[in-house]
């Protein structure tokens, strides 16, 4: 949600709701808590809209600034003068002189700060973070600590958001550093601590993991390159969530900070988490993490559903099997649920079914798992697993993408599927998702039983 300027403009609810990355009616309902949405023609009539950076405030519980805002002025009270009376009038001239040049350099200042604008962006370059405004301004620049054992690489920052994520009425930047070379450079979110800047460049937090983490298979630790990260509201505060993965192996961990930087929980999964989605529902606000869970029998696609308050704990895992975490916090998720892998992707060379998508919409929220992918050329064709639930987590489809269905035909053609599409057990949709929460544990979930 990068970016504040007057003329981003959002001019849907739709468009508002992926900005916020939240459902249309969440965005609809944050409206009557003050979300800054434009109406044309009045409320309830016509065409809405709404600018970033008011949103951007309203997040972190600020006031909103915008092309939109009102001005407003306080009368305040003039300091007297008449003590200058009792001070000769040599000494009097100085004052004054001084106050003159010293009301000039004030003047000056505002009026350059004002001339070069607002911060727009953060680059990185020569191992210093550099503030730009809209117009290519320098406005501050940062240098990175120098003794680093080796220096990030010249690429624009993964993680870079501008906004009041501390409701000061300033605005500030959340910056990230990339990991060096050859460090699982593959990964489009790569990086390794974060910054956290005032407007004009000063350093107020700075967060790097650094923990040690032991499972039944042995301890695990930095570097923890992050991978995943949201920014939302929850409780009337800013949240700000991180998911770090080993960089070899395969656990991760999903820190959820204030916008002071303070910790205020941790969730653990046996598997790296690949994406994130917030979702405010009746029974409080929700962090929905997807990615997959390593097991004993086979790596599976994977959802948490979590307290977007505060998280705590970890996956829920057999105890004294390798993937039980020894040294995580105590807690559990409100709800874990377990993709099994397909017929198409135990055939497909990538290995697992990862989570990749966690979309929300008016009914509810759709996930999607990655099941098979064949490149010809500049043409893909994708299968996908669809698994749709309600607002409070419910089950209502799972299905296939029509990719599914064309790849198996494919794969029967060359001998690498001995059955026919008609008689493929999978053609109805998934047959089996894995379920656990606190009060039932483990419990399966068999869609389109009736459909075989």
């Not at 044309?40 to 016509?46: A, D, F, L, T, W």
């Not at 192996?249 to 999903?254: A, R, T, V």
């Not at 959802?303 to 308050?309: F, K, Q, S, T």
């Amino acid at each position: 949600m990068a970016g504040s300027s007057s003329d981003n403009r959002l001019d849907s609810w739709k468009e508002i709701a992926a900005y916020l990355r939240c459902d249309e009616r969440t965005a609809m309902r944050w409206q009557d808590e003050g979300l800054p949405v434009h109406h044309v023609g009045g409320r309830g009539r016509g065409r809405v809209f709404a600018y970033n950076q008011e949103i951007d405030a309203w997040l972190a519980g600020a006031k909103p600034v915008g092309p939109s805002s009102a001005t407003h002025q306080e009368s305040v009270a003039a300091p007297s003068l008449g003590w200058l009376a009792r001070i000769p009038r040599i000494v009097q001239s100085g004052i004054l002189a001084a106050l003159a040049i010293g009301l000039y350099a004030s003047v000056a200042f505002i009026w350059k700060a004002t001339t070069a604008g607002p911060l727009a962006s953060v680059t990185l370059r020569d191992n210093k973070f550099v503030g730009v405004s809209k117009n290519g301004k320098t406005l501050w620049t940062y240098s990175l600590p120098a003794d680093l054992a080796e220096s990030p690489p010249t690429r624009p920052p993964a993680i870079a958001y501008i906004g009041d994520l501390q409701a000061s009425g300033g605005r500030q930047t959340l910056v990230s550093v990339p990991m060096p070379g050859g460090l699982r450079s593959e990964m489009l979110a790569n990086e390794r601590e974060l910054y956290f800047f005032t407007e004009t460049g000063r350093l107020l937090w700075h967060f790097q993991p650094k923990e040690i983490l032991t499972f039944g298979s042995g301890d695990y630790g930095p570097p923890w390159p992050i991978r995943v990260w949201l920014v939302y509201r929850a409780a009337a505060q800013t949240r700000i969530a991180l998911v770090v993965h080993h960089n070899v192996w395969w656990p991760s961990m999903l820190h959820l900070l204030d916008g002071q930087g303070h910790e205020l929980g941790r969730f653990v999964n046996s598997g790296n988490i690949f994406a994130l989605a917030f979702m405010d529902t009746t029974a409080g606000p929700r962090l929905l993490a997807g990615g997959v869970r390593n097991h004993e029998d086979e790596v599976s696609g994977m959802l948490a559903v979590l307290d977007g308050n505060l998280i705590s704990g970890g996956s829920p895992e057999q105890p004294g099997s390798g993937f039980e975490c020894k040294s995580c916090p105590a807690g559990r998720p409100l709800r874990y649920l377990v993709f099994p892998r397909s017929e198409l992707n135990r055939l497909d060379p990538n290995g697992y079914n990862p989570v990749i998508l966690i979309s929300l919409y008016e009914e509810g929220v759709k996930v999607r798992s990655a099941e098979a992918e064949v490149r010809d050329g500049e043409r893909k064709t994708v299968a996908d697993g669809i698994f749709e639930f309600s607002r409070d987590f419910r089950l209502q489809r799972a299905s296939y993408s029509d990719g599914y269905r064309e790849l198996h035909k494919r794969w029967e053609r060359e001998g690498r599927i001995s059955h026919s599409w008609e008689k493929c057990p999978d053609r109805f949709g998934p047959r089996l998702i894995r379920s656990w929460d606190p009060q039932h544990g483990w419990i399966e979930i068999h869609p389109n039983a009736g459909r075989r």
